[in-house]
């Protein structure tokens, strides 16, 4: 006798049809998505690879659970909140000088291995000049 599994067709196919709902009260983390949809991790990728509108529509749950997250940071933002406004000010406004950088030193040796190279182009330089001088 055959075993006929097309309920469990039809059970994955109401829970892929379900997913992004899931996956946007799970705030986007898949994982969590996954377990509470009771379906592997790998099942999800294989949706999600070959499956465009189920892709799109978990890439619209994606923004949807940033513009929430955004939205709770700008609130933080007008309670003035230090800490929120000095990583806003670090991720959206580096063009205004507010970038994290790391000042490096650069240690004797590699100042002094520097210099001597420095001082081989010029060198090398002043003679380059000193042929084109008399090459005219």
Known sequence: MAYDNTHLQD?????????????????????????????DYKTYQKWYEYDKEFRDDCLQVVETVG???????????????????????????????YAETKEEETP?????EMEEVSKAIQKGMDLAMKKNKRDY
Not at 11 to 39: D, Y
Not at 67 to 85: A, C, G, R, W
Not at 108 to 112: D, E, R, V, Y
């Open 108 to 112: 004797i040796w590699k100042q002094k």
């Open 67 to 97: 513009d929430f997250v955004e939205s709770k940071l700008y609130k933080t933002i007008q309670d003035e909140n230090p800490q929120t406004i000095m990583f806003y000010c670090r991720t959206r406004l580096k063009g205004r000088g």
């Open 11 to 39: 059970k994955h196919i109401a829970v892929k049809k379900a997913f992004p709902t899931i996956l946007e009260k799970n705030m986007g983390l898949i994982t969590k998505a996954c377990k509470a949809a009771k379906i």
